[in-house]
């Protein structure tokens, strides 16, 4: 996964969270976790919560 721009995903989980928490207010600790979380532990919240990883997907830049 190292093709994936964490951090525009844990921007956009955040601000999920974030929105979410003002109906389920348990959702601001997953907003903590998340500001908190590795790199990995992002892309494992992204999945929980059905992200799609190829929106986040970063192209390989050449060495040219």
Do not use: C, H, W
């Not at 974030?18 to 389920?24: E, K, L, P, R």
């Amino acid at each position: 996964m190292e093709n994936i721009d964490i951090e525009e995903l844990r921007s956009d989980l955040i601000n999920y969270f974030g929105t979410a928490s003002f109906y389920n207010p348990t959702a601001m600790m997953d907003l903590i976790k998340t500001e908190k979380a590795s790199d990995e532990e992002v892309i494992k919240i992204a999945i929980q919560n059905n992200f799609d990883l190829s929106r986040y997907e970063t192209k390989k830049k050449s060495r040219f």
